[in-house]
């Protein structure tokens, strides 16, 4: 009907606990450091909120909000202020796109597709809008950290232990990457070069052969906590550098300069 005003069928507006404003800057959701934090605003901060919800991320150069998915929403992310990559997988076509947004412009996430933001300059600002009252979420951290190392090394041919060499350090509940206890990039760059060097050797015991023991289910051990153990990183230049080899899928003529700025070519 014309002029109808639409309200929540479910909120008593005359109550004196009605909620109209939120203070988002004292609600944090993670913060790695004072550069790189997630403040986030939902129907239990907001009861008027109705469907819809915010996560306002501030990100220096090279942080990754970590790949992920929101299984009961979609996500619009518009850049405030700085520079972001938006990767997705597009589930139809199994392509994994690369967005480039600046100040003004939006990347859009369907519900429930495999993404992650990365910041290529500081100061980078976004807002991540959901049409959900609550954003959940699944964490890449989660998956590889409470995914039973004997599942994943049978089902991908791996060698057990090498599997739970490589993924000790994943802390779930990550978020925001790298970890802050991660190694500087000049020791990374280091460590990837002996990894170089030691592939070869290293590639036989990752091989199945007539001798691996069958598959039997291990239950995780309960609970999935963090064991502290000397960290090992691995990242070691920009971001945007390996966007040199392999040009965007979809480009947004409008992000020159962010992708100027983010240095490719």
């Not at 996500?75 to 520079?83: A, D, M, N, P, R």
């Amino acid at each position: 009907m014309k002029g109808m005003i639409r309200v929540t069928s479910y909120m008593d507006y005359t109550s004196p606990n009605t909620q109209f404003t939120f203070d988002m800057n004292g609600n944090t959701l993670f913060k790695k450091d004072d550069c790189n934090y997630i403040n986030v605003l939902g129907i239990k901060n907001l009861n008027t909120l109705e469907n819809t919800s915010l996560l306002d991320i501030y990100l220096s150069k090279s942080n990754v909000v970590e790949p992920h998915y929101h299984q009961n929403a979609a996500e619009l992310v518009y850049c405030i202020s700085g520079c972001a990559v938006v990767s997705l997988i597009n589930p139809f076509t199994n392509e994994l796109l690369h967005f480039p947004i600046s100040p003004g412009q939006v990347a859009n996430v369907p519900q429930g597709w495999w993404h992650y933001e990365v910041a290529t300059v500081d100061c980078t600002h976004l807002l991540a809008i959901f049409n959900a009252p609550t954003p959940e979420v699944i964490l890449g951290s989660d998956i590889l950290s409470k995914t039973p190392a004997n599942v994943l090394a049978h089902t991908y041919c791996l060698n057990e232990a090498l599997v739970k060499e490589a993924l000790a350090p994943v802390k779930p509940q990550t978020f925001i990457g790298p970890p802050a206890d991660c190694c500087d990039p000049s020791q990374a760059a280091a460590g990837n070069m002996k990894g170089t060097h030691m592939a070869h050797a290293n590639m036989a015991p990752m091989m199945a052969n007539a001798n691996m023991a069958p598959y039997s289910y291990q239950p995780a051990p309960q609970p999935f906590g963090y064991q502290p153990m000397p960290v090992h990183g691995y990242y070691t230049q920009p971001y945007a550098q390996p966007y040199r080899q392999h040009p965007y899928v979809q480009f947004n003529p409008n992000a020159g300069n962010a992708v100027n700025e983010a240095g490719i070519e």
